[in-house]
């Protein structure tokens, strides 16, 4: 069965400063590996996703993530954190079966942005 | 225009009550699922359906129910309501495929008293 460990429920961080929000993942199998955003009150947000090839992805609002299968993780990185980037961040899996699967959440991590 | 919405935004409602929450996209998607996020966030699967084949969370208590009367749409049927089933719900779509990026609407907050 698949899981997901986010370290740390809560990360803050100053303006301008580095975001590492980390994830490590348990599969059977080589998996798929998203970081969705929520802001309050709103539904989730594709932030990006890694599948196959290049283990360094590029998302959107300047995010990246790294994939190492050596250490099962896909922690996420902005290089300056902005004010706008408060919001609750989920790390999720998705094994490779096929059917219709649903993702497997992290339990979120929030994060807060000091001015 | 909205990729997936979803009807009502907000619910409250009398333990035992049956209630209906709608879900619809406009993605050209094959296949639907409904999330619950519980009051600490967690987020946890409670069905995928494509025209092919309705995946159930063995947790799901078999009150909830969903319909889907065609590939546009998947609602969520919950019969007796309990205290517990408070919780935001969301349904999302995407293609078939477990690489495929699911689209969230915006959530229902669902109130039980």
């Known amino acids: 069965a698949q899981s997901v460990t986010q370290l740390g429920s809560h990360v803050s961080v100053s303006e301008g400063a580095l975001v590492l929000l980390r994830c490590n993942y348990s599969?059977?199998?080589?998996?798929?590996l998203f970081w969705y955003v929520q802001y309050p009150n709103q539904g989730l947000q594709l932030l990006l996703k890694?599948?196959?090839?290049?283990?360094l992805v590029k998302g959107i609002n300047g995010f990246e993530a790294e994939f190492k299968k050596s250490e099962t993780s896909f922690h996420l990185t902005k290089p300056s954190a902005h004010m706008s980037d408060a919001a609750e961040y989920f790390c999720?899996?998705?094994?490779?079966?096929?059917?219709?699967?649903?993702?497997?959440f992290g339990k979120g991590t929030h994060l807060i942005i000091q001015p | 225009d909205t990729a997936v919405s979803q009807t009502p935004k907000y619910l409250v409602t009398q333990m035992g009550n049956d209630k209906s929450i709608k879900c619809e996209q406009n993605l050209g998607h094959d296949t639907m699922y409904w999330y619950k996020q519980d009051s600490k966030k967690f987020l946890k699967i409670m069905f995928s359906?494509?025209?092919?084949?309705?995946?159930i969370n063995e947790t799901v208590p078999n009150r909830f129910s969903p319909k889907s009367p065609d590939k546009a749409h998947l609602n969520l049927h919950i019969n007796s309501l309990e205290l517990g089933d408070s919780a935001v719900y969301f349904c999302?779509?995407?293609?078939?495929?477990?690489?495929?990026?699911?689209?969230f609407g915006p959530g229902t907050r669902l109130t039980v008293l």
């Open positions: 999302a779509s995407s293609l078939q495929g477990t690489a495929s990026t699911q689209y």
């Open positions: 999720a899996v998705s094994e490779g079966s096929g059917g219709a699967d649903g993702l497997t």
């Open positions: 599969s059977s199998v080589p998996p798929y």
């Open positions: 359906y494509n025209n092919k084949e309705l995946i």
């Open positions: 890694y599948t196959t090839g290049a283990t």
